[in-house]
Structures are given as structure tokens and as C-alpha cells.
């Protein structure tokens, strides 16, 4: 048989189905239409943050915005993809990306400074202590996803904040788009990239560029002054922001050398994060160290390589941990004294404490499975309001079979944790099996649950599980387990109908989706 | 509508290639999935037109290919259990072909199992009916290299034209 033929047919079977077509389609779809919202939200957005705030903005409010945003949309938009009304589509979209950002919940000095300076609130965020972007004799400026502390080393004071939200740069542990903070010349400046293969030239199958990933402009840049820091515990004010690309390119350029010249891998670079002794002190609890070291002095005498360290037997401070060139020298600990107190910890708890789940879809069949999750799950990790599970069921198939509903799917459930305007998945897991359902008054009520068995038990108990019922032992292999669409729903809906002010779900690693 | 219908054009055009040269990466639907939606959304973001069909045959390998590559870099810090999983899902697609597609299915199987460059080989130039030429410019590489992979590819494969 010819080779060609074979290699040509066997390569014909990797396609999509009809079903998955249509569902890359909607989300490619889902995407597009928030840009579109969002282009149109964007002058009421600057009218809300433009005024000063003094009380956190409820759900109500973001739904008036997105409500009003669609009628501009509808009236001045027109119900066209994209509002162009050429054949040309729109250079970039990042413009509208930025808007859909600026609904962002702006969050309290308090707030900020709790989420970026106290490990125990830090660690369902990272695994790692924050970043240090800046450090000599007598400053230290470090952060995270949520904001960015600049702290004043010979008076052990904070001196001023940013809240990354606000200025939609957040981007820690993402997949695609990063947040990068540079300081030059007594300016704090922070910008943000997205990472792509290599580019193309216009020409494309005569001239491509290597596939080294190359970071592009995207969003927005914004700079701080540094002289004009204050020494009280509040958010600084942006002198300068703006999204020419060009002047984000000289970031990105001066940024590059930046982290060339300051950071490097702590594990790899730092002698004493390899110690028995850092063992000790990280631990197997709230312990950790900054991923980064930060490179200070200028030769080989005054070259100091520097992370922030949490000791798990002191779950509520960051030291400032200094490792100098000098060979045989110990490392220096100097103790961070950011002035966070219990009730500010009580009062940030309270701002983004999480009511419980409640299903509130029309399905009473389904209703009492996703509450009876949400239980489940919400015992094992639901901590005093902090955390609150959210299932995201995927149904198969339901049969009635001798007076019991049978509900076959792969039941996922996360458990998300809030931080300012994100809810961020800290666990989660799924239950691929069937429910049995009898009928209790006008809804239902659970009589057993068949779950999957692990290993390689799985597949057996699955066919076991679905004998009688053509097709649906396919389905458990089909997919991928869990539906990011009915996920995203159902967030949605828990967001909405508790009037909350989130407005992206993050999973570690990933980059944070976008609600409607 | 037009620019909705232009890219649904392309889309349905292009989907199946976008897919196939992802999962020849991959080697997973959920990331296929998910790379056929990046690389779109790539093409709207960056508002990009096409002179020729062979420009958009092109543009979509290689933009496919470098978002496979970008991904396959950053998989070890994510999930590395997963990408095990991934690995055996074209085992699963080839046990449910029909049996008359015997020498299909094991010949996808063998691909599969191909190193990452021997894989890109078999798809662009066996596949796609790119020349060495071509394929060597469109990935930079020299020609010889290019030669030499497919030769590797074409030694792994020669099992199946020998029944």
C-alpha cells in the first residue's frame, strides 16, 4: 500500500466532531462578544472610577453597567460582530480588553495591603512568597497578583500601596499574560505582556521568524512616582498611564535588562534555600520563600542576593532574607513590620466573605445534586465564609427507570477563595457517576450515588455503571470531564444572584476568565 | 455581519487543519481544543488579512505550531500528570476506529509515537505537500535536517508499506 495514502488517511481521522466545531466556535464567539461589551461599557466605567469611591461597589451596580453597556451596544453598535463597519476588522483588541477590566472592584488600602503582606492570607493565592521588585539600604518595594507594597527599610514602615486590580495588572502565576514592575529613576512603572511563537512576516510560508516566544504590548502601562510616597498606609495615585505601544515596548525593552540584571531562581541561585536550615524554616505548613532572588550591589563585595521568607511557625509576617557573596557568610534576616493587625485581618475577612451556594437554575433534578456538592465540599473546605464551592456539573443523560431518576454525569466542583475582584479556585475535584433521584413532593430528593471507582477499576465500574443504556458509556470518555462553559454559568450565576463585585475566576497557572 | 461571516468562513475552512496540527502536538483534544481557539482569536486580535490561499494555509500551520510549542515549554510547571493522560487519548482514538482502518490506525499510533520534529515532519511534508524546501524555510531549519527527519519518520513508517 502506498505510503503517502496511508500517512494522508490516518491523518484525516484527527478532526473534530460536528459538536466540538460548535463548541470551539461559541467560546471563540464568548470571547469576541465581551471585547464588543466591553468597548461600549467603557465610557460609563471611567465616570464610576473617576469618582471617589466610598463604599464598595455592589453587584447591582456592575449589572446596571454591563445592562447599560449591552443597550449602547444595541443602539450605537448595532447588532454586528465587531462595530466596524468595514470588511476590516479591528488592528487590536486590546483596547476593548482593557475596558472589560475596568469594571475591576477597586479595593481598600487595608485590603491590599492584607492580600500582599500577610502569608496566611497569601496562600491560597501562590505557593511562593511575593516578588521583590526593588531593594536597597532603604527601600524595599515587593507584591503580588493583588498589590504592591513599598516599604520603608530604616523606618519599618509601609509608605505607599498600589492595587493591582485597579490598574488591571494582576497577572501572577498566568498562562499567557504577565504583570511586570520595573523601577527607573524614581519611578515605579508597571506593565504588562503577552507572550506569543514566533511572528510572522507578511509573506508567510516564504519568511518566518524563528519560534522563540516573544512578549508583545498588551493592556495598559502605568507609573507611579516614587518621590511622592507618603508615610501612611494608602494607595499611591498613578501619575501616568496610557497604551502606546511603543513606549510599552521601550518598557518591555529596559524591563528585559531590568529582570536580567536583578532576578534570578532562588532555589538555583541562593546557598541557603537548599539549607537544612530553610527546610526548617519553610517547613510543610504556611512556609515560603519568594521564587526570585533579587540582585543587589554592584561587585563581587557588595553583591547581595535577596527573597522575602515566611517561617511557618510564624504564619503572619514576611522577613526580608539576604544571602551576601562572601563565601561561608550567613544569610541576614531583617523582620518586615508592615503594621497588619487582627482587625484588619477581621475587616478584609469580612469584606470578602463568601455567602454559600445556592442553585438557582430551574432543574429541581439537578438542583438537589449541585446543593448536595456544594455540602459535600463545602465541609471539608468551606472556612468561616473564606471559601465557598461551586459545582459545575456535566450531564450525560437522565433516564427514569422504576421510579428513580437517574442522572448520569461527571460532577465537578471547585472551591474558590475571593480576592478583590477575582475568585480564585483553591481546590476542586469530580465525582464521574450517577445519581439516583426519587420524587419528594414537587422536587427530589438523593436515594444512592453510584461514583466511578479509581484506577483501574474506572472503566469497568463506569460500564457497569452504565449497562442498559446504549451510548452513554462512551460519553464518560468522550469529553474532557468537566464543561469550562457550564462552569463559567454557573460562577456567573452564584456572582450575579449574591449581588458580588467579581468579575473574573482564576485557576493556578492560567489566565483569569473573564465573567459576563 | 461581514466580518463574522468572513472569519466563520475561515474558521470552517481551517478548523479541521488548526486541529489536526494541534493534537500531532498535543496529542490531546482538550489542548487541540483550546489551541484552535487561541490561534482564531489571534487572527481577529491581529486583524489578519490573507493575499493568497497559501498564505492562510500557511499562516495557520506555523501560528498553530508555535502556540503547540509555547504551550509544550510551560507544561512542566503545570501539569505533567495530564499530559500523560493526554498521551494515551490517541490510543483511544485509534481502538474505536472500525476494524477495516487496521493499517490507518496503527499507522497513526506510530506517528504518535514519533519524536515531536519527526511528527512536524510527517504533517508538513507528507500531509500538507510541503517540499523539503519549503518546510525548512517555513521552520528555519536547514535543509539537511529537514531531509534527515524525514528520513527518521519515513524508516519508522516503512513497516506498514512492507505488508
Known amino acids: 500500500m502506498d505510503e503517502n495514502k496511508i500517512i494522508k488517511e490516518a491523518l484525516d481521522s484527527l478532526i473534530p466532531d460536528d459538536q466540538q466545531k460548535d463548541d470551539i466556535w461559541q467560546r471563540i464567539e464568548a470571547c469576541t462578544d465581551v471585547y464588543k461589551l466591553d468597548k461600549a461599557a467603557r465610557t460609563e466605567v471611567t465616570a464610576k472610577k473617576s469618582s471617589k469611591k466610598s463604599s464598595r461597589p455592589s453587584g447591582s451596580m456592575a449589572a446596571r453597567i454591563v445592562a447599560i453597556a449591552a443597550a449602547f451596544v444595541l443602539v450605537f453598535g448595532g447588532i454586528a460582530w465587531f462595530s466596524s463597519t468595514t470588511e476590516e476588522l479591528p488592528q487590536s483588541l486590546s483596547g476593548y480588553v482593557y475596558a472589560a477590566e475596568s469594571r475591576a472592584t477597586d479595593m481598600t488600602a487595608n485590603e491590599v495591603l492584607v492580600f500582599t503582606g500577610d502569608p496566611a492570607a497569601h496562600k491560597d493565592l501562590d505557593v511562593y512568597a511575593p516578588a521583590i521588585y526593588y531593594l536597597d539600604s532603604d527601600m524595599l518595594i515587593f507584591g503580588n497578583g493583588t498589590g504592591l507594597v513599598i516599604y520603608d527599610l530604616a523606618e519599618s514602615r509601609v509608605d505607599g500601596l498600589v492595587d493591582m486590580q485597579a490598574i488591571c495588572s494582576g497577572y501572577y502565576n498566568t498562562d499567557t499574560i504577565r504583570t511586570h514592575v520595573l523601577v527607573q529613576d524614581d519611578k515605579l512603572i508597571v506593565y504588562n505582556t503577552k507572550s506569543s511563537g514566533g511572528k510572522l512576516t507578511a509573506n508567510a510560508g516564504d519568511d518566518f521568524e524563528n519560534t522563540e516566544e516573544s512578549l508583545e504590548p ?141 442553585y438557582n437554575d430551574d432543574d429541581p433534578a439537578i438542583g438537589v445534586i449541585c446543593e448536595y456538592l456544594a455540602g459535600e465540599y463545602s465541609q471539608e473546605n468551606y472556612d468561616a465564609g473564606k471559601n465557598v464551592a461551586i459545582p459545575a456539573p456535566t450531564i450525560y443523560r437522565q433516564e427514569q427507570v422504576s421510579g428513580e431518576l437517574l442522572v448520569f454525569g461527571y460532577f465537578w466542583t471547585d472551591t474558590y477563595c475571593k480576592n478583590g475582584n477575582t475568585l480564585i479556585s483553591v481546590s476542586g475535584g469530580a465525582v464521574p457517576g450517577c445519581f439516583h433521584l426519587v420524587k419528594d413532593g414537587d422536587t427530589y430528593k438523593i436515594a444512592s450515588i453510584d461514583a466511578a471507582e479509581d484506577g483501574d477499576k474506572y472503566e469497568e465500574s463506569i460500564r457497569k455503571m452504565t449497562e442498559g443504556f446504549p451510548g452513554l458509556y ?24 449574591n449581588g458580588l463585585g467579581i468579575d473574573y475566576y482564576k485557576d493556578y497557572g492560567w489566565d483569569p476568565v473573564a465573567l459576563n | 455581519m461581514q466580518d463574522r461571516e468572513r472569519i466563520k468562513e475561515i474558521y470552517d475552512r481551517q478548523v479541521d487543519r488548526v486541529y489536526r496540527t494541534a493534537m500531532v502536538f498535543m496529542k490531546n483534544s482538550q489542548d487541540a481544543e483550546d489551541i484552535v481557539q487561541s490561534v482564531f482569536l489571534t487572527l481577529i486580535e491581529k486583524g489578519i488579512q490573507f493575499d493568497t490561499p497559501e498564505h492562510e494555509k500557511a499562516w495557520f500551520i506555523v501560528t498553530t505550531r ?86 527518521s519518520a519515513r524508516r519508522a513508517l516503512s513497516k506498514l508499506t512492507r505488508r
Not at chain 1, 483 to 492: C, F, G, L, Q, S
Not at chain 2, 128 to 135: A, Q
Request: charged share 30%; glycine share 6%; hydrophobic share 35%.
Open chain 1, 474 to 497: 462512551e460519553k464518560y470518555f468522550a469529553g474532557d470531564g468537566i464543561d469550562e462553559k457550564v462552569r463559567k454559568e454557573a460562577i456567573n450565576d452564584y456572582v450575579l444572584s
Open chain 1, 218 to 358: 498588551w493592556g495598559y502601562y502605568h507609573v507611579f512616582d516614587l518621590s511622592r510616597t507618603g508615610t501612611d498606609v494608602s494607595l499611591m495615585e498613578c501619575i501616568e498611564s496610557g497604551d502606546d505601544k511603543d513606549k510599552i515596548n521601550g518598557f518591555i525593552e529596559a524591563g528585559s535588562a531590568y529582570e536580567h540584571e536583578h532576578l534570578l531562581d532562588a532555589f538555583e541561585h541562593m546557598a541557603y534555600i537548599q539549607s537544612n536550615e530553610m527546610d526548617d524554616i519553610v517547613g510543610y505548613g504556611l512556609g515560603s520563600y519568594s521564587e526570585k532572588a533579587f540582585v543587589s550591589g554592584s561587585d563581587e563585595k557588595t553583591l547581595a542576593k535577596s527573597v522575602l521568607v515566611c517561617r511557618s511557625k510564624d504564619a503572619h509576617a514576611y522577613e526580608l532574607c539576604t544571602e551576601t557573596g562572601k563565601k561561608g557568610s550567613e544569610p541576614v534576616f531583617t523582620q518586615l513590620n508592615l503594621g497588619i493587625t487582627d482587625a484588619m485581618r477581621d475587616e478584609v475577612d469580612e469584606l470578602n466573605r463568601l455567602p454559600e451556594y445556592k
Open chain 2, 66 to 151: 508555535n502556540r503547540c510549542k509555547d504551550i509544550l515549554k510551560s507544561y512542566w510547571r503545570k501539569s505533567v500528570d495530564f499530559v500523560d493522560e493526554g498521551m494515551n487519548e490517541t490510543a483511544d482514538i485509534v481502538s474505536t476506529d472500525p476494524p477495516d482502518s487496521d493499517i490507518r490506525a496503527e499507522a497513526l499510533d506510530i506517528i504518535m509515537s514519533l519524536p515531536e520534529d519527526q511528527r512536524e515532519m510527517i504533517l508538513l511534508h507528507y500531509y500538507e505537500g510541503y517540499t523539503v524546501n519549503e518546510t525548512a524555510d517555513m521552520l528555519k531549519l536547514s535543509e539537511s535536517k529537514v531531509r534527515s527527519q524525514i528520513a
